[in-house]
């Protein structure tokens, strides 16, 4: 496996993008002091995850973003690049070439890639692991570590001893596999907590379940019983059906009678009415013909008494 590129933008005093390429042999940068030496290697650092800010010799992390200078604006992104040549399958993925990428915004936001994919952190750490490649391994070695190491602060010559000879990768992954024994116990626990709370559950869902049969056996009792009523009810409704049928049928037929009773009576009626109206009409006949005789008796009446009148005046008068 070898470093074959290293891309800055924005990161510390590189405003600008720079590309560094790392060919065969060994490539040295220098300058004078204050250029920015440290800082491709804060660089490299960075990109392959750290998270102290002590080690990158920076205050808090959002100044390692390019501060601007009195005729430059300050960036807004931070974005390193780091590119391995893995022909020999060193890092266990099938791409021949690997680019590492970490980006920081200054409003806070921050992104890891691989080949330009979107990763976590850890994807790069398990990537790297056991390769002697990585944020706090010795193969990134500045001025002040070297320091450390001849002062043997916070046993860092062990440590440097250590990785060296392939210990720390097994003291990695105890820790790791300390942790996730640790995680493991707190999630028996917890299995702990919810097979309590199943249980419990479980013994009211028992109830619920007996309920619901019961409930069932109730209901298919209730359903037969409904059946066997309509039965009943159908065969009831049927006789007292054919009852009220005999029953139509006999005063349909005194209905019937009576129909021609009220006819013949009618009929009968009609033909007293005409009967009567003959009568009436001969009534009238006569009751004309007795008024006409009694006017002509009335008028022999009037006419008897002139003349008795007439003669009685005849006879006074012959008389004297
Ligand atoms: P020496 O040889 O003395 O160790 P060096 O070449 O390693 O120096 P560095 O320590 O890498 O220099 O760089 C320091 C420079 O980087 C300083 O001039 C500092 O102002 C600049 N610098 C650091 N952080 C930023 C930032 N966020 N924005 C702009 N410039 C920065």
Not at 3 to 32: C, M, R, W, Y
Not at 53 to 68: C, D, H, P, Q, Y
Not at 187 to 210: C, H, P, Y
Not at 294 to 306: D, M, T
């Amino acid at each position: 496996m070898q470093l074959t590129k290293l891309e800055i933008k924005g990161f510390k005093s590189f405003g600008d993008k720079i590309t560094i390429n790392f060919n065969e042999g060994v490539t040295a940068i220098v300058g004078p002091n204050g250029c920015g030496k440290s800082n491709v290697v804060d660089a490299i650092r960075w990109v392959l995850g750290e998270q102290s800010t002590r080690m990158l010799r920076s205050e808090k992390m959002e100044n390692i973003i390019f501060n601007g200078t009195k005729n430059r604006k300050a960036a807004n992104l931070a974005e390193v690049s780091l590119t391995f040549d893995n022909n020999k399958n060193v890092l266990p993925t099938a791409f021949t070439t690997v680019t590492v990428t970490r980006k920081l915004f200054r409003n806070g936001d921050s992104e890891y890639r691989l080949n330009d994919v979107k990763c976590r952190l850890k994807d790069i750490t398990d990537l790297f692991l056991d390769t002697g490649v990585g944020a706090d391994s010795y193969s990134i070695i500045e001025l002040r570590m070297i320091d450390e190491i001849i002062n043997n602060k916070e046993n860092s010559r062990r440590n440097l001893f250590e990785e060296a000879s392939g210990i720390s990768k097994y003291k990695v992954r105890k820790k790791q596999t300390l942790n996730k024994l640790r995680d493991t116990e707190l999630d028996l626990s917890r299995v702990d907590d919810l097979m309590f709370e199943i249980t419990k559950n479980l013994r009211s869902l028992e109830g619920q379940a007996k309920k619901a049969e019961k409930y069932t056996l109730l209901k298919d009792e209730y359903r037969q019983s409904s059946i066997n009523l309509a039965y009943y009810r159908i065969a009831d409704f049927s006789s007292e059906l054919e009852r009220l049928q005999g029953q139509e049928s006999k005063l349909n037929k005194q209905s019937t009678d009576a129909q021609e009773h009220i006819n013949k009576a009618e009929n009968a009626l009609k033909q007293i009415r005409e009967d009567n109206l003959e009568q009436e009409k001969n009534v009238s006949i006569q009751q004309k013909a007795t008024q006409e005789f009694i006017n002509k008796i009335r008028n022999y009446e009037s006419e008897k008494k002139l003349k008795t009148n007439s003669l009685r005046i005849f006879r006074i008068k012959k008389a004297d």
